[in-house]
DNA sequence: CACTGCAAAGATAACGTTCCCCGATAAGCA
DNA sequence: TGCTTATCGGGGAACGTTATCTTTGCAGTG
């Protein structure tokens, strides 16, 4: 239960005055060397820890950042977060995490805590279904830097750090076309997911690009949801032109509809193709395995944090930066020539 | 931009001291109703936020715990997770989780910086490897509070929070007995898991209950990696008498052992009956789903938190406690009647 | 009318740290 | 010798809150 050794203590020890050993620790200049190895040796040798709790009271900075997600089952988001923590711990910041489940009601919630718990900083992936931005708008009035990751919005004044989505979706169509695929279904997330879109856009370009009709028919819009999915595809198979390839919007949806395609006894890729987005493990584990879009999450992670701990300590002189990332295509075996 | 309002403010504002605002919105009983009523008022209309730093300081609590699991990205632990914030939220403490991804120094190094970061207490689930536990040792010197969460360590005097491992298995194989398979095989996690020795255990008893000769080319320990697993089931899959159902420690190698047969052509459940445990949604997520042993996750995670806040705020008048949950038995395609 | 008792609220110290301002000592300089 | 100037440290306030101790004012009592 050793009570916590606090710079009095070393003062104490030592006799010299607190202010004299707050000084040597931080190896201030008019501070004799002598006295500094003398107090830093005695700091280690009790084990000092400041007293991090006094220190934000005095700077008024907690040197911690909030994280929020919609959920961090979702590989994209613990990896993420790996990345995170990976900078955030690097430049001395302690990172708080919560999930915002998708429910924009928790997202509120979180912002709600992470401003009592006063954090630094926050950096945020929207829920599904946000698209009143008041409680960022009021972090900001309160000169809280936020960072984008994933999940933006456009009418957000952040620094941000995404993917090529619309390059990533348009290289995913490109090659199922040079498989020799021509009815290619959109399995699009939420409408309002904005990534969703831009992948779309993707998918539209490379139609026109290599001159395939679009079909509204073949565009279905999910939740993020397995079960619901499934029905989605088959009713997309028994469609009296059925696509003959997918590409899905995520790699749970494309095994959503890997299961829905072995319900109707179809082959994979002879039947149908299938190709989803993020390379999650996942992808690589089902029989077939699952071509994807790889992004480089981690790194996505580490900048998002970057970015934030800068805007953090250069206050207001720093401006917001979108960082855009490009996407990999991995080829496996659900997109193999027919 | 706003400057924090302070309860100095609201006093200069009443004309009232700091010391009968804070009392005033504590509802202390020495204070007037009236001047409760107002003080609280005011509070509201300028957003009061009590300045944490500050509580922490005087109080010596911060009001936070720390969560250092495995990985975040397993279902387990970001199960567990929802539950702890959960109860966590509700009792006024904030959640600042990390991962130690499987590796004791990481392990370390975030319980280090925890204890930096100053958390009442600390909710752990050990690194794979983690057998040494004199940083845990040094928490309770501390006097911090710890409660260990599914991965534990019968080493440790601390509450834990655990699923009836044996009786799981011993479930999970005795179903499998009954559905007609005669040579099961366990798919076992690392050897250092103590779960997934009694899980091992359980296993045991229902072959030596229904009389089953137990046979050790049955039991094979994997690393917690699919490709490794898939290796190593087909290795199983060669032996002179090889398996006709496998009990997995887990859904994520119950899924591998489902790819390796496939890459056999082996149906299942005819040829190789599966089950495995966590009950994750990948189970039910494959062709054919599989069957598995679901455990109260999320309930876990709330019990854990409440644990672990019991314990702080009832200091060392406080006895380590253990709850253990009870598994259930989803039977899906992956284990039907032969 | 003086005294007691109590309710209500003010004053002050304390938590651990930093930072600004000042004091002491000794060296350098004219 | 008397002055300035570094060099090295000390003193004390401040950050926002709570807890302990006092003070104030007023009603009730005999």
Redo the contacts with the bound molecule.
Sequence with gaps: MS?????????RLL????????????SS????????RLVKETAQRLN????M???S????KTKSIGVIVPNLGYYFFSTALQGIEDTASKRGYTVIASQSLERYEREIKNTKDMMRSSVDGIILSLAQHTKDYTHIFQLQQKGLPVVLIDRIADELNTSKVIVDNMAGAFGAVEHLIKMGYRRIAYLAGPPELIISNRRKEGYRLAHIKYKIPLDDALLVHCEIDHDKTVKEVLKLLKLPQPPDAIFAFSDRLAVAAMVAAKTKKLRIPEDLAIIGFNDEPIASYTSPSISSIHQPIFEMGQMAAGLLIDQIEQGKSFTPQTKLYTTRLIKRESSKKR
Excluded: G
């Design positions: 009570e916590q050794v606090t710079i009095k203590d070393i003062a006799n010299i005055s607190p202010s004299t050993v707050s000084r040597a620790l931080k200049a008019e501070i004799n060397k002598e006295t500094q000092y820890q400041p007293n709790a006094a220190l009271l005095v700077k008024a």
